[in-house]
């Protein structure tokens, strides 16, 4: 259910069944083993939450009760009298990673890739912590660990501070509210935030820090820099200017995610 699109067919059918099947088994292998259930099991403890309208074809194989159907996730701003040009409310809907919960109420959110994820692939889990914690499905005292299963690679697991449910909100709408700012458009690639965050360079240190890296990454010969941007992966690096303050925007866009996990 994971590989969607249409099947394979014509001379490369055998040979894409083959690799289909592999990938599929590798994750089945690896979750049963860092679950420390059989497969029965697995299945029967799996969800995966939908929020909001479901696009058409999403069940014709069937409804089980893997899938947990709920509204959208509406957030309205508590302060929307103090500008009527500013959103007033929001709606999330699609549908989380896979999600296992053990008697024990321990959570387990899955991202399931073929080659092995890397750092930024946190985000994912950090989304889906977030929406299920502003629509109150994800219990504020509830263990949660993330996984990364690649069929191809090493698997990788991180424990997770939840945040309150407020918190999560509020992330939630002013995120959106700063997507759809006038000066959002900024270059700032995830990887120099994860990178740098290392370092733990405080605010005079840092915006520096992050010019040098910027250049060194847009300076190289390499055609593929190594980047991304909110547009996804960089192509037209020169029409894209380097934000005023990094400092301020990386606490503003990822504070919380640095609070949540152990990057």
């Known amino acids: 259910m994971e590989l969607e699109g249409e099947m394979p067919s014509g001379i ?10 592999r990938i599929l088994n590798s994750w089945q292998k690896q979750l049963c083993a860092a679950l420390k259930v059989d497969w029965p099991v697995l299945k029967k403890n ?3 939450y939908h929020l909001g309208p479901v696009p058409e074809g999403t069940f014709d194989s069937g409804l089980t009760d893997s899938h947990q159907l709920f509204p959208a996730l509406c957030i309205e701003n508590e302060n929307s009298a103090e500008s009527e040009t500013k ?8 549908k989380t990673e896979w999600w296992y919960t053990d008697e024990s109420e321990n959570w387990q959110v899955i991202y399931l890739s073929e080659r092995e994820s890397k750092e ?11 929406i299920l914690r502003a629509a109150d499905l994800l219990p504020e005292n ?7 299963i690649a069929a191809e690679g090493k698997l990788k697991s ?15 709408f002013n995120l959106l509210q700063e997507m759809n700012a006038e000066n959002a ?6 990887e120099s935030v994860l990178e740098i965050a290392k370092e733990n360079l405080n605010s005079s240190t840092y915006n520096q820090r992050f010019t040098e890296w910027m250049d060194n990454k847009l300076n190289s ?6 980047i991304s941007s909110e547009y996804g992966p960089v192509k037209y690096i020169k029409d894209a200017a380097y934000p005023e303050n990094p400092y301020q925007l990386m606490n503003r866009r990822f504070q919380l995610f640095f609070e949540t996990f152990s990057v």
Request: charged share 25%; with cysteine.
């Open 87 to 94: 959103i007033n409310e929001t709606k999330f809907y699609g």
């Open 158 to 172: 991180k424990t997770i501070r939840l945040p309150a449910q407020q918190q999560a909100r509020d992330y939630l």
């Open 221 to 226: 010969s390499r055609e593929i820099k190594g």
């Open 185 to 190: 458009a900024v270059l700032m690639p995830i």
């Open 46 to 48: 799996l969800r995966q």
């Open 12 to 21: 490369f059918k055998g040979a894409m069944q083959t690799r289909h099947l």
């Open 120 to 130: 930024k692939s946190w985000l994912r889990h950090f989304l889906d912590v977030l």
């Open 142 to 148: 509830a263990k949660v660990s993330g996984l990364c």
